[in-house]
């Protein structure tokens, strides 16, 4: 259906699929892109606030109710919300 290249120094974590047709792929140090399920198409990423660190994405995403969470270094846990909006 489609194809996309993920950025250089992504890990192999398994994307997830969220609600509202998106799947989440981590991608490094950047933290997860939520792209459209069915295109492929870039709707937002979602970064980790205050500083970036290495492996920021580098975990499996997962979701629950309207929010998505990724861990960095094995060590942080953040949240993001699906919807694309902050806060």
Known sequence: ?????LPKGVGFAAPAVAP???LLV???KNGVAVLNATTGSPLWTAKPRGRTVEGAGESRPM????????????TDIYAFRLD????
């Open 84 to 87: 694309g909006k902050t806060g």
């Open 1 to 5: 259906m489609w194809r996309r290249e």
């Open 26 to 28: 981590p991608v490094g």
């Open 63 to 74: 979701t629950l109710g309207g929010a998505g969470y990724a861990v960095s270094l094995g």
């Open 20 to 22: 509202g047709n998106r």
